[in-house]
């Protein structure tokens, strides 16, 4: 047990042994264990974005254990996914990478202005697969945002009396928010202090845009000259906002692109006092050889090797 991993679990003073056991192994495995830096592998797009979209860039990737192989290769500090794929590969891998089981999902086969998820998992369904947390989505800005919080109150209640992480998924998205808004610097640093102030262990946000949605905030981040020019200065607000970074917040990698890109965006997550990367698309949708190289590449900048 490193120093640095003590002093993040004396972050979450409330919570009981047997999640603070779930946070220290999350903490402690990987090619990052100890550094208090995370790079987590989630592979929920099947089910959020369709089959061929996720995987036909890859086929491999429609069979899901090869997101444990992968997820336990690179040595990532845990692999993240909704029931089916966790399910499917569960026993096999046990005991080989922490598990994450992504409990609440939607699909895009109708189209949705103020989006919600349905429950597509349980608490139990996390203990009885061994899994050190549970996910969940919220959409900040959506008119279904308040039934999304009092249902996550309640599972984030029950998962910490059974020991267990819980893992937000903070995404703004709705008809009050324009398609730039849903990254823009205010909102996406109000999205991760909810998260925070609904139980969150881990806080996963996008990568902020410089752009200002709020007409009242944008008065304040003029006012107070707070600084959003950088990207690194956008996450370490972001971190900021975050409890002043007395919890965990990882960054999401969006869509697949470059490694010029994903790796520059990791060294600004590292700069800005971010704790790591949460990298779906943008490693299993490469070759298996190629998303290694690039998720131990990703893993290097933020322990500071690179």
Not at 32 to 43: E, R, S
Not at 175 to 186: P, Q, R, V, Y
Not at 225 to 246: M, N, S, W, Y
Not at 275 to 284: E, V, Y
């Amino acid at each position: 047990m490193t120093p640095r991993v003590r002093e993040i679990l004396g972050w979450y003073g409330s919570d009981n042994p047997g999640t603070l056991t779930n946070l220290a192994r999350l903490l402690n495995h990987g090619r990052l264990g100890g550094t208090g830096k995370l790079v987590i592998l989630p592979v929920d797009q099947g089910f959020e974005h369709g089959p061929a979209r996720s995987f036909a860039p890859n086929p491999a990737a429609y069979d899901p254990r090869y997101h444990f192989e992968l997820a336990v290769e690179a040595g990532c500090s845990a692999y993240a996914a909704p029931l089916g794929f966790i399910e499917a590969g569960a026993r096999d891998f046990a005991g080989d990478v922490p598990l994450i089981l992504k409990l609440s999902n939607k699909d895009l086969l109708a189209d949705e202005k103020d989006p919600r998820q349905a429950m597509t998992g349980s608490i139990e369904d996390a203990l009885r697969l061994g899994c050190i947390g549970i996910g969940f989505t919220i959409y900040p800005g959506s008119e279904q945002r308040l039934e999304m919080y009092e249902q996550l109150r309640s599972l984030a209640s029950e998962a910490k009396r059974s020991g267990l992480l819980v893992v937000i998924w903070s995404y703004p998205r709705g008809s009050s928010l324009s398609k730039e808004g849903e990254t823009a610097i205010d909102v996406t640093a109000y999205a991760a202090h909810l998260a925070a102030q609904m139980g969150a262990h881990l806080v996963k946000v996008k990568l902020p845009s410089a752009h200002l949605e709020q007409a009242a905030a944008k008065k304040v981040y003029e006012a107070q000259k707070v600084a959003i020019e950088t990207l690194p200065d956008r996450v370490r607000h972001v971190v900021q906002a975050t409890f002043d970074g007395r919890r965990v917040v990882i960054f999401s990698g969006g869509p697949a692109t470059t490694d010029d890109q994903v790796l520059g965006e990791s060294r600004a997550i590292r700069d800005g006092g971010g704790f790591g990367s949460i990298i779906g698309r943008n490693s299993f949708q490469r070759p298996r050889a190629a998303a290694v190289d690039l998720l131990r590449r990703i893993m290097a900048i933020h322990a500071g090797d690179a």
